[in-house]
């Protein structure tokens, strides 16, 4: 199925060095287009940051053009649910998983099919609850973690978040809770004095938060409805866990396609980025800050290689007799040398029984200055790669 955009975007790609080979290169070739410029309707995309998420055009183009044949879906490394999204566009059955609490914590908000009475008795809501929250009084509230959290904002932005926080936590557990804490992890940082973060230093005025979690939610409650309404009716409810991709029970039904981007050697620090949300929301912290892949903080090449080799096993397993594995992976540094992922795909992927069938690969800028020595001659690139039962 095709699945219509409302508005069509202008795409461009200047100056990159790119490369493909296989059956199918060139769509992925064409899926690795990033577009210039973001105007057009992005549906619950664009709801929440996520650090390190792919453009769900990538997901688009793999979904209409290299397996329109697809009837499921699995992300193992689901974090912003970009593929999630546009498989359920599609009608597929998908399902997600991450380690980290805040991936399901949105990415249920972005799956999530509401109707228009919903929409508006949840708008409604959100109106009086922040009509109450402007009525209460500060020194009745604890918050868990405050003395960490008052450190990164403004007093009066503290406190509003604080007024907000305290009422979220006395909601019932529930969908409507679930839609709250969404909300308020997207202003977490958004409102926070983050030091490395020039754009933070912006001076809010006082209600500004509030302001933010009400036109937020009306957004986020829009968008849900309109791309409710793409969903084909007979789609299954999504499946979403939160959890450790090694102990992820892949030995259920297969999945004709696995659409994913695992984190890589040295590239992200996911819990940085979190640990605000994480400390308002309360949510655990010790998973990620043990079991993170590829965070510089928890770096360890042997220890990543050995756990990468045992998903992609998982992985070929998982994946029904026809079905396709497509990564999006970068290089890597290990010591002084730049490690050429696709090199490393193809020589790894026998192992798991699994074999590369198509590639593009794209070059992309290096912008952390350690590495710049090792990506020097050869350039840093991005890679889709498919695989397939060998
Ligand atoms: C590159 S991001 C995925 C982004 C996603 N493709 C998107 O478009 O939003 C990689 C994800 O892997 C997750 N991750 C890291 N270590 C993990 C582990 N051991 N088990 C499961 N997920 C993990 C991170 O939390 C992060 O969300």
């Known amino acids: 199925m095709q699945v219509v955009r409302k508005r069509k975007k202008s795409f461009s790609q200047k100056n990159l060095r790119k490369a493909s080979g296989g059956l199918r290169g060139k769509i992925l070739l064409d899926a690795l287009f990033v577009p210039e410029n973001e105007s057009g309707y992005q549906g619950t995309h664009i709801f929440h940051p996520y650090p390190g998420r792919f453009h769900h055009r990538l997901a688009s183009v793999i979904l209409d053009q290299a397996m329109p044949e697809a009837r499921?879906?699995?992300d193992p490394f689901m974090g912003g649910g970009t593929s999630l999204i546009e498989g359920q566009l599609r009608g597929l059955d998908v399902?997600?998983?991450?380690?980290?609490?805040?991936?399901?914590?949105?990415?249920?908000?972005?799956?999530?099919?509401?109707?228009?009475e919903e929409c508006e008795h949840y708008a409604e809501r959100l109106e009086d609850l922040a009509e109450s929250v402007r009525s209460l009084r500060l020194q009745k509230i604890h918050q868990e973690h405050s003395r960490f959290l008052a450190t990164y904002y403004p007093p009066h932005t503290f406190a509003e978040m604080l007024c907000w926080s305290h009422t979220i936590r006395r909601q019932e557990k529930g969908p409507w809770r679930d839609f709250l804490r969404a909300l308020f992890s997207a202003g977490a940082v958004k409102f926070s004095q983050l030091r490395d973060d020039k754009k933070a230093q912006v001076k809010r005025p006082r209600g500004a938060f509030s302001r933010f979690m009400e036109e937020k939610g009306k957004q986020l409650l829009e968008a849900q409805l309109e791309q409710g309404e793409e969903v084909p009716e007979e789609t299954v409810s999504p499946s979403l866990t939160c959890g450790d991709v090694l102990d992820l029970d892949l030995s259920q039904d297969p999945v004709d396609l696995i659409l994913t981007s695992p984190p890589y050697p040295g590239t992200y620090d996911y819990s940085k980025h979190h640990e605000l949300r994480m400390r308002w929301l309360n949510l655990p912290m010790a998973d990620m800050e043990k079991k993170e892949w590829g965070?510089?903080?928890?770096?360890?090449?042997?220890?990543?290689?050995?756990?990468?080799?045992?998903?992609?096993?998982?992985?070929?397993?998982?994946?029904?007799?026809?079905?396709?594995?497509?990564?999006?992976?970068?290089?890597?540094?290990?010591?002084?040398?730049?490690?050429?992922?696709?090199?490393?795909?193809?020589?790894?992927a026998p192992k798991a029984g699994l074999s590369v069938s198509s590639f593009a690969s794209v070059e992309r800028e290096n912008f952390y200055?350690?590495?710049?020595?090792?990506?020097?001659?050869e350039g840093k690139w991005e890679h889709l790669i498919e695989l397939q039962r060998a």
């Open 95 to 116: 399902r997600g998983n991450d380690l980290n609490p805040i991936s399901p914590l949105i990415v249920e908000q972005k799956l999530r099919v509401i109707s228009e």
């Open 369 to 377: 200055g350690p590495h710049r020595k090792a990506y020097e001659t």
């Open 295 to 348: 965070s510089r903080r928890n770096e360890g090449l042997k220890g990543w290689q050995r756990s990468f080799q045992k998903v992609l096993q998982a992985m070929a397993k998982q994946i029904s007799e026809s079905g396709r594995i497509y990564m999006v992976i970068g290089d890597w540094v290990d010591g002084e040398t730049r490690i050429d992922a696709l090199a490393y795909l193809r020589k790894v």
């Open 72 to 74: 499921s879906l699995l």
